[in-house]
């Protein structure tokens, strides 16, 4: 995949979580996919990339990771990286949240 292009679906992704997080919502793979204009393109082997360089960003610029409000469409539940456990995902949420609601 060129990397102009995975740039720019990072930057689509950033913006559509942030306006998830404004709005106190969780997204579907598929949804964000739909939503930056990934039609027609593996999911599973390019939304992970994309995901991993917003959450870079994220650490990059002391923010909480906003990949937390991408979900699985069946489960509802968050991607292998919060294996960790639920407790650690749920606060993670409630933090972009939080984060994306204060005054700027």
Not at 1 to 28: F, K, N
Not at 36 to 55: E, K, T, Y
Not at 68 to 81: F, K, S
Not at 83 to 102: C, M, P, T, Y
């Amino acid at each position: 995949m060129p990397s102009e292009q995975r740039e720019q679906w990072v930057r689509m992704a950033r913006a559509a979580l942030i306006i998830a997080a404004m709005r106190r919502s969780l997204l579907t793979y598929g949804e964000l996919g739909q939503a930056i204009g990934m039609a027609g393109v593996d999911l599973r082997n390019q939304m992970r990339h994309v995901l991993a360089q917003v959450a870079e960003e994220c650490i990059a610029a002391g923010e909480p990771s906003l990949p937390a409000l991408v979900v699985n469409a069946t489960t509802g539940q968050p991607g292998a990286g919060w294996i960790d456990g639920a407790v650690r995902w749920h606060a993670e949420v409630q933090k972009l949240f939080r984060h994306w609601n204060s005054p700027r």
